[in-house]
């Protein structure tokens, strides 16, 4: 299971870097959301898998490693929430800048192929 994990932070991270450093707006946006589920993942991971845990200490619990560590999704959750919204918004800034300047290139220049 950790092999995969590592796979997918790894494929998830290089195509958000390919992407981040594609000339166009749009393709940029989706390099950085890339990047944002990676390091989400990353996160997760960093705050060890377990499955079939529970995820609150009861009490007379006598080890916590026993348990779920709900600190790390919560984080999680709070960067899911903020990426989308910043999402959002690059959204609308490319819309905008888009029908000011009638390309969206992030220079603002059309290459040749």
Do not use: C
Request: hydrophobic residues 55%; negative net charge; aromatic residues 6%.
């Amino acid at each position: 299971m950790e092999i995969v994990l590592a796979l997918a932070i790894g494929i998830l991270t290089a195509s958000g870097l390919w992407l981040l450093f594609r000339p166009r707006t749009f393709q940029v946006i989706l390099g950085l959301s890339l990047l944002s589920y990676a390091v989400n993942l990353f996160i997760l991971a960093a705050g060890r898998l377990r499955t079939d845990a529970p995820p609150i200490v009861g009490k007379g619990a006598a080890d916590p490693a026993l348990y779920a560590d709900p600190v790390p999704q919560a984080l999680v959750l709070t960067a899911i929430v903020i990426s989308f919204a910043t999402t959002a918004l690059l959204l609308v800034v490319l819309l905008a800048s888009r029908g000011l300047t009638g390309t969206d290139h992030v220079d603002g220049e059309e290459s040749d192929p």
